[in-house]
């Protein structure tokens, strides 16, 4: 079974930093996206960032040179430090991948970790 863990997550003040890190088990190899989504309350699921597996990177305009993204394709990891924190990033923060090569077939849905907390806050 494939899964996928966020860490990382927690309180930061405004201005501050955080880093968050997924990692995946199971079969999963050759990924094609790593992505990272966030949820605030009453909002929808919206995407932060993602990287392809050839190294191309997308932010969203919101986190544009305060958030960096990065992936060990070896590991199959993605990382995202998060600077100079805004209050507005308050989110459940959540891992995502897209299309994979599980060793005997490739999967094109997307798996989602379980989401981690980031609250921005003085």
């Known amino acids: 079974q494939v899964r996928l863990v966020e860490s990382g997550g927690g309180l930061a003040l405004p201005g501050g930093s955080l880093r968050l890190s997924c990692t995946t088990s199971g079969r999963i190899f050759s990924i094609n996206i790593m992505a990272w989504y966030r949820q605030a309350p009453g909002k929808d699921r919206e995407l932060v960032a993602s990287v392809t597996s050839d190294g191309r990177i997308k932010y969203a305009d919101s986190v544009k040179d305060r958030f960096t993204i990065s992936r060990n394709r070896a590991e199959n990891t993605v990382n995202m430090q998060m600077n100079n924190l805004k209050p507005e990033d308050t989110a459940v923060y959540y891992c995502?991948?897209?299309?994979?090569?599980?060793?005997?077939?490739?999967?094109?849905?997307?798996?989602w970790g379980q989401g981690i907390q980031v609250t921005v806050s003085t």
């Open positions: 995502n991948v897209e299309g994979y090569y599980d060793g005997a077939n490739y999967q094109t849905g997307a798996i």
